[in-house]
């Protein structure tokens, strides 16, 4: 199943101060699918926001993600769209914890 689960591949996971401005991560896609948009959103708000990529992510690529966290902490709702129009939507993930490391969608 595409997307059965995502990983955070780091030997050490580090959280960043709470003051910390930004979180930013690579997003591996090894969907098998093509990501066409990605959508994320500080959590304890109710709309996704934008979406954060300019242009796709193949399967096998990554792009590095920056989040500004000022305000908002480090818990965010994240969606993907896929080029096959599925979507997969992941709630409350700590993106401070995964902060300089890699962030694997399969």
Not at 21 to 26: L, M, P, Q, S
Not at 68 to 92: A, I, L, N, P, R
């Amino acid at each position: 199943m595409k997307y059965a689960h995502v990983a955070v591949l780091s030997a050490a996971l580090f959280a960043l101060p709470l003051a910390a401005a930004a979180a930013g991560f690579d997003l591996v896609n090894k969907s098998g699918y093509t990501i066409t948009e990605v959508y994320a959103g500080p959590s304890n708000e109710s709309n996704w926001g934008d979406n954060i990529l300019d242009g796709q992510i193949r399967n096998g690529e990554e792009l590095e993600v920056t989040l500004d966290t000022s305000g908002y902490g480090c818990f965010w709702d994240v969606m993907y769209v896929f080029s096959d129009g599925d979507t997969f939507e992941e709630f409350d993930v700590d993106i401070c914890m995964i902060d300089g490391d890699s962030f694997v969608i399969e």
